[in-house]
């Protein structure tokens, strides 16, 4: 019974971070028809801007309770800054082309990005712990579990939540999906499309970088996190089902429940797990498990 406790914990704690990290990429898909591979640096520059604000916060004798504000707003300003000048600066010049070469194109800012980590953070691992110590453990089942942890299940039921409402139940939301069904029709209706790709990248991107802040205090930040982290999120996405944010959901609780059981009863499997669910799902759908229906022009 406690193996089983801590599968279905772990699992669901791990599903939590892949859907912060993979909704923002599924959302830019389903919108703006981008696979934005830089996700995975806005990750990293998410977790570099927060492990650096913890480390001075905490340098400065500072309460413990104002460094979980501060790694999201560090997350806000640096995935909403990076985001504007990605989708500004580059990727509004390629709108229209086929999605092979914006996958080309968000690679080679992946690259960039990836550099220019290194010139503005250096080399060295980031380490801001305090925020993840702080909290505590919780027992569960006669078992415990880093109380961060479960938080961040709390954070990406909110983050969940909040795309569902902010999607289905508000005008922008509506404007959004008639974008996503018809962009040329959207867009001889009066609805401003370029405002509408502007507002995604930068949400999106805001995804990334919160889902990198918020990890910070887990792990030690260091060069490469992001090329990581976007393999993982692309599985969780491509199993859902590129552009559907309850496919990201069931994506990413799917992965985590199997590698956790990967973990505590098989370990010699567990990188091999991840990428063995999303074969066996597109094998039997090669679309997603909630892809979304495309439109016929005719």
Do not use: C
Request: no cysteine; charged share 10%; aromatic share 10%.
């Amino acid at each position: 019974m406690q193996t089983l406790i801590a599968i279905v914990v772990d699992g669901v704690i791990y599903a939590s971070w892949l859907f912060i990290v993979a909704a923002g990429l599924t959302l830019v898909y389903g919108v703006m028809r981008i696979l934005n591979l830089a996700h995975g640096s806005l990750y990293a520059i998410g977790a570099y801007a927060g492990a650096s604000a913890v480390v001075w916060y905490f340098a400065r004798n500072y309460p413990v309770a104002g460094s979980y504000a501060l790694l999201v707003i560090a997350a806000i300003v640096s995935g909403a800054l990076v985001g504007l000048l990605v989708e500004r600066g580059l990727l509004r010049l390629m709108y229209g082309r086929d999605e092979v070469v914006m996958v080309l194109v968000t690679y080679g800012v992946l690259l960039i990005l990836e550099d220019a980590i290194k010139l503005v953070f250096g080399v060295e691992a980031y380490t801001a712990f305090q925020p993840y110590e702080k909290m505590g453990r919780t027992s569960i089942g006669g078992m415990t579990f880093a109380t961060y942890d479960l938080a961040l299940v709390a954070v990406s039921i909110v983050v969940a939540l909040a795309l569902w409402w902010g999607v289905n139940r508000t005008k922008q939301g509506k404007l959004l999906l008639a974008v996503i069904a018809d962009r040329e029709m959207a867009t001889a209706l009066g609805i401003n499309v370029t405002r509408v790709f502007i507002v995604t990248f930068v949400i999106g991107s805001v995804l990334g970088a919160l889902a990198g802040a918020l990890t910070a205090p887990a792990i030690a930040v260091a060069p490469g996190l992001g090329v990581e982290v976007i393999v993982l999120a692309f599985a969780v996405v491509v199993t859902g089902g590129l552009g559907s944010i309850e496919g990201a959901l069931v994506g990413a609780l799917i992965i985590g429940i199997a590698r956790a059981a990967a973990v505590h009863l098989w370990p010699q499997v567990e990188l091999f797990v991840i990428y063995g669910v999303m074969a066996l799902v597109l094998a039997v759908r090669p679309q997603g498990l909630f892809a979304r229906a495309g439109a016929r022009k005719i």
